[in-house]
């Protein structure tokens, strides 16, 4: 199995570029089999994620090419409708966003259930409420959802999510762009995600009005048209690298980020005492001497996100005092406390809240990286341990981190990578070096 080797006690400096938002990416290529024409799409991220969607694309008959290492065409126009490789979708969670767009495009869906990290079960019952509202017939079966619209076509309607769910928002999305005549959904998730993915369909021809607010209106089109298309930042790259630098007692200069889409992150970050200046495109952050101890709830955007949740986990060990974490979104994302306590850390975990004693000093040990949030926590854990880390199952960092060794070694961190001979690991059949 592969690992990552951290010689700890580094001090980050130096300045980091962002790359797109994975949680876009993996709606955004799918939505991309509802265009007639050429998708030119910019700031796709170089992760396994993305390259999986991408394979899958492919095999549906899309044509994808790399103009550069961030930039890629996607010309669906002859894809067919076909059973897609179920050992891929069932790999990653955003596989589900394929029924949407197969149902858009063809009328038809076959998709295994979603697989991605796992915090507990994750249903995706309001994705499923939605396809059916929108005129579809969806059964699961065997471990795969068949959806099929039943008149050939999907038609607009008025669906209330009984959950604020950014998945359900967005396949819902992908659904109804090419649906006949008009769908609301209410209590819609409002992650800036929504707001790109809505503003991509927008650009080749989509009528999507009110994403980022609790009511999205979507009036269906005829067809879409190619285009080109800039993805926003990643939000939570962003945020791992604020937490880093903090953590480290750094001063790291963000670049290429949305200051907007950091605010529940930076003002968290702000209570623990770290001082951050804000740019236009860019946050300047610098840990303090000594870090104070603060509660948070993980929320459904504005508020913090759950996806940062286990990173300042580990932040909040070093900071002075008893810090309480309670995790709104998921029943079990908690999981990385017990490689924590491997290493040190004194948190005890009731349901949903962790309760961490901080004013710790971590040591070096071998841990997991349960997923793929937990395993970048382990990572900034491992930096500010003494002695050496060794992180294994790291394929769930490389699933949402861009170059994220190579990255934080340019930042001044001592992290090797070891890979395991035994495997072997194909490239990214899209990666351009
Ligand atoms: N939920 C339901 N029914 C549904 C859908 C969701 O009960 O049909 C529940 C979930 O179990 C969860 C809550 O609603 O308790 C919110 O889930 P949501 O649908 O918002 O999450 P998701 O679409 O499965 C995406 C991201 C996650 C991120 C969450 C929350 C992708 C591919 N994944 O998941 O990202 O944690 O939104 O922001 O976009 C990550 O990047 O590390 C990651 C896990």
Redesign the pocket.
Known sequence: MDQYIIHGGSTLRGEVEISGA??AA??IIPAALLVQGVCRIENIPQIS?TDTLLTILTQLGARVSYLNKSTIEIDCTDARYQDAPYDLMRK???S??LIGSMLGRFGSAKTTM?G??N???????????GMRALGADVNVKNGFVYADARDGRLHGARIY??????????NIMIAAVLAEGRTIIENA?R?P?IVDLANFLNSMGADVRGAGTDTIKINGVEELHGGTYTIIPDQ?EAGTYMVAAAATGGEVLIRNIIPKHMEGISAKLRETGTFIEEYEEALLVRGPDTLRRINLKTM??PGF???MQPQFGVLLCLANGTSVITEG???NRFKYVNELRKMGAEIQVDGRVAVIDGGRRLTGAPVHAC???AGAAMVIAGMVASGVTEIDDIHFIER?YERFVQKLNALGADIQVRYDESEFVSPGAFSVS
């Open positions: 994975k949680n993996v709606a994620d990653i969670r955003a589900y966003y979603p991605g990290c915090f507990g079960v994750r249903p995706i019952d309001q994705h499923i409420k999510l009984d959950k604020v769910s950014v998945g359900a928002t967005m998730a992650e995600h939570i459904p955007y996100p759950t996806d979104i998921y029943d997923d793929l949030r949402g």
